[in-house]
């Protein structure tokens, strides 16, 4: 048996650009998105087996073929014509439909265990093109760090960074499906804060943290509190709670609040009415 810890990101900034009507991803959405993996992180570990198969100690978490997991291990068997199987165990500290891509970064776990295992040598750009088959958040993974990601449209760049940040993550007992999000969606009142992510795409790479924190957003926020008016009272308890600022992650249900230290996020985690979890930049 051989595991990795999975580490998660969260989104800084979240930009909703357009649709997309035609091409290969027709239905998709462009997005500009600023990525940040934090030390958040499950566990996966592989073993051989006669079938491919998955334990997961998270009942939300599919362990057949709906898994994004699975299809990693079947992609690879097919174009590597490789006749093992595996089985894949995860153990799960991410929460699920948190908007915190728990998914795909135990896809990208998965992908980088078995290229060890079945001795792959794949290079980042075979990465890049498998991981894209599966999940649009996938390829970030193995990039990490920070990133400017516009998923569906192809643009994944590295972004240089002295920044580091101590968070809350606010985990109702709920979560928000993506499909869920993107159908909610009020194309009147996207993409109106594309300059914010210009602006802290320059603040991470000039260290700025001040201004990273004050240029925070995410468009999902404007449907997803519409359904789930509890996170917008969430993020309000954050701030109230002392947080510099607080945000919606990814397509939800988690609120992300930035302290100043792992002293102020103990505090925090104690006035705030759902489980927080205490996380810091990786």
């Not at 991803?25 to 006669?50: C, F, R, T, W």
């Not at 978490?61 to 014509?81: A, G």
């Not at 968070?167 to 804060?193: C, H, K, M, W």
Request: proline share 4%.
């Amino acid at each position: 048996m051989i595991k990795e810890k999975s580490y998660t990101r969260i989104t800084l900034s979240l930009d909703i650009i357009r649709k997309l009507k035609e091409g290969p991803y027709a239905g998709y959405h462009e997005l500009n998105i600023l990525k940040h993996q934090i030390d958040l992180h499950d566990v996966v570990s592989i073993k051989p087996s006669d079938t491919i198969g998955i334990t997961c100690d998270h009942p939300e978490v599919p362990t057949d073929e709906r898994n994004i997991c699975w299809r990693i291990v079947e992609i690879l068997k097919k174009e590597y014509d490789i006749a093992e199987n595996v089985h894949i165990i995860i153990v799960k500290n991410i929460p699920v439909k948190g908007g915190l891509a728990g998914g795909s970064t135990n896809a990208a776990t998965v992908l980088s265990l078995l290229n060890k295992y079945w001795q792959l040598n794949l290079n980042k750009e075979q990465f890049y093109t498998i991981a894209g088959k599966v999940g649009m958040d996938i390829p970030f993974y193995f990039i990490g760090g920070t990133a400017f990601d516009t998923e569906a449209t192809g643009v994944l760049e590295s972004i240089p960074t002295l920044c580091s940040f101590d968070f809350v993550l606010a985990t109702p007992d709920f979560g928000v499906s993506t499909r869920e999000a993107y159908n909610s969606i009020d194309y009147s009142r996207i993409g109106q804060d594309t300059d914010k992510t210009r602006k802290m795409r320059l603040a991470l790479e000039a260290g700025n943290h001040e201004a990273v924190i004050a240029l925070m957003h995410n468009d999902f926020e404007e449907s997803v509190f519409k359904h789930y008016p509890q996170l917008k009272q969430i993020k309000e308890e954050l701030l109230d709670a002392g947080c510099l600022n607080a945000v919606l992650s990814g397509s939800g249900s988690t609120i992300i609040g930035v302290v100043k230290d792992r002293k102020q996020a103990e505090q925090v985690k104690d006035v705030v009415s759902v489980p927080v979890i205490c996380a810091s930049t990786i």
